[in-house]
């Protein structure tokens, strides 16, 4: 028992450090996303789901000038797709200023998630792809989300988020800090539902935990140490690919990593 409680303290204490190292990166003012060389965008996007499902899998790659664009359509009814501008940066009171360039948010959704959680990436990357400035972007959305435009899903669903590299907002409901984590997870659309309600632990720890609570949220399980191994392992060259095209999409600049 002591054991299996020092491996808990310790990850924990992994977590946040990984969770601190957060880069001085500072994004270039810019409105359009330089993409990603197509296969490793796509190659990012199935890397958000279980291998049973990657093969027959709706890919989408992002097209700057257009917003996201089908590469692949598939047949099992989930989608995948490498998110440059994520759901997130609406959260919060704070201004969306510039819209970044090292954001990296590989994400998937199954046939009740794409009909509407899966909207508001689409909105966003085709209001951004026609210059929509950021900050009137954030209060759009936000407005969207205020008045029901952007729905619950109509039932109980999942969202994989299982790559091995995930660079986004820590807190978007209280600032605007980014940071690069391994922290592969599975999300439940938990609409309506706080983290008090089901006794949820803290954020990106070893418990199930709600985030963004409302009518979009969703409960967060996140996978075993093990299993988060074995997928950094899978896709050790991907990730090398990453971290040469940029600093802060290096895992290793992390120290502690979780």
Not at 26 to 31: F, H, N, V
Not at 96 to 104: F, G, P, S, V
């Amino acid at each position: 028992m002591r054991k299996v409680q020092t491996i808990i303290v310790i990850a924990g204490l992994l977590f946040s450090l990984n969770a601190s190292a957060e880069d001085k990166h500072t994004p270039k003012a810019i409105d359009k996303i330089e993409p990603l060389p197509r296969d490793l965008e796509i190659q990012l996007a199935l890397s958000a789901l279980p291998p049973h499902l990657r093969d027959n899998a709706t890919v989408y790659v992002l097209n700057p000038d257009k917003g996201f664009e089908v590469v692949s359509k598939g047949i099992n009814g989930f989608h995948a797709f490498v998110a440059r501008t994520g759901d997130d940066a609406f959260r919060g009171s704070w201004s969306l200023t510039t819209y970044r360039d090292d954001i990296l948010y590989p994400i998937s959704f199954d046939g009740a998630g794409a009909k509407e959680q899966m909207r508001v990436f689409f909105d966003a990357a085709e209001m951004q792809a026609k210059g929509t400035p950021p900050d009137e972007l954030k209060k759009i959305i936000k407005e969207r989300y205020k008045t029901g435009y952007y729905k619950a899903p109509g039932r109980v669903g999942i969202s994989y988020m299982l790559s091995p590299i995930l660079r986004t907002y820590w807190n978007p409901e209280e600032s605007d800090r980014v940071v690069t984590i391994s922290y592969p997870h599975v999300m439940y659309y938990a609409p309506n539902i706080f983290n008090e309600d089901i006794g949820g632990g803290k954020l990106g720890g070893l418990y199930p935990f709600v985030i963004m609570p409302g009518p979009h949220g969703y409960i967060i399980q996140g996978l075993g140490v093990t299993e988060r191994a074995a997928i950094t392992k899978e896709y050790e060259e991907m990730l090398a690919r990453l971290c040469n095209i940029s600093k802060v999409w290096c895992l290793a600049e992390a120290k502690g990593q979780y």
